[in-house]
């Protein structure tokens, strides 16, 4: 055993570029975790886990606003818990460049949200074509749109800490059409534990270890 050990130590030593290798793969690590904690801030509302995504004189480019991240993050957390039923956003393909304290990611992402059922704000969403081939019963009830796209980040590490000083997000497709989700019947009666758009949410008491079966 102390044998292995002293082998596997002795060929760290020899490899002049291990710890480099070791603080960019913590590094990366750290990377995504900043990238993974903004999906969760804007899923379930959290406007203080959102603003330790930004550095403080971060600028967010949306398309629907561009400017400083943390006025962003106040408004969109604001405006998605009035306009959303349900939001969901997932990081699927993550590529990143590091250059010392600077990085470049280009994030992957999908998303899917329901719009609630108000012909104003359905209008306001999706636009006055969409919302005049509608019929009256799907006009009366939720929307769903399901978009692809990605979010373009330069990131720095500022005291050893990643944040995200850049980000411009950029839409590749999108599709739309009235909301035809099942909550009551066949299996889904039996998935009865639904996610929260807030703090009560059963991800954060799993992070204090309270979580009941």
């Known amino acids: 055993m102390s044998g292995t050990l002293q082998d596997s130590t002795s060929n760290r030593d020899r490899d002049p570029g291990f710890e480099a290798d070791l603080r960019e793969a913590v590094d990366r690590w750290k990377i995504n975790d900043v990238l993974t904690r903004y999906c969760r801030a804007l899923d379930r509302c959290d406007l203080e886990l959102m603003k330790q995504v930004y550095w403080p004189d971060a600028i967010d480019d949306h398309g629907i606003s561009c400017g400083n991240a943390h006025e962003f ?3 969109i957390i604001r405006e998605i818990a009035v306009w959303f039923e349900v939001a969901m956003h ?3 393909n993550v590529h990143i460049e590091l250059d010392g304290d600077t990085a470049y990611s280009e ?3 999908i998303s899917y ?3 609630k059922g108000d012909r104003a704000k359905i209008e306001s969403v999706f ?6 081939n509608l019929s009256a019963a799907d ?5 769903d749109y399901l978009y ?11 005291g050893g800490v990643w944040r995200i000083a850049k980000r411009k997000v950029l839409m590749d497709w999108n599709r739309n059409e009235p909301s035809r989700d099942i909550w009551h019947e066949g299996m889904y009666a039996a998935l009865s534990s639904h996610g929260r758009r807030d703090r009560q949410d059963v991800c954060y008491q799993a992070l204090d270890r309270s979580l009941n079966p």
Do not use: F, P
């Open 107 to 109: 994030a992957y992402l």
């Open 90 to 92: 997932a990081i699927t």
């Open 113 to 115: 949200c329901k719009v």
């Open 148 to 158: 692809g796209g990605r979010y373009i980040d330069r990131l720095e590490k500022r």
């Open 73 to 75: 993050a106040e408004m």
């Open 127 to 132: 636009g006055s074509t969409y919302l005049k």
């Open 139 to 143: 006009s009366a009830g939720g929307h």
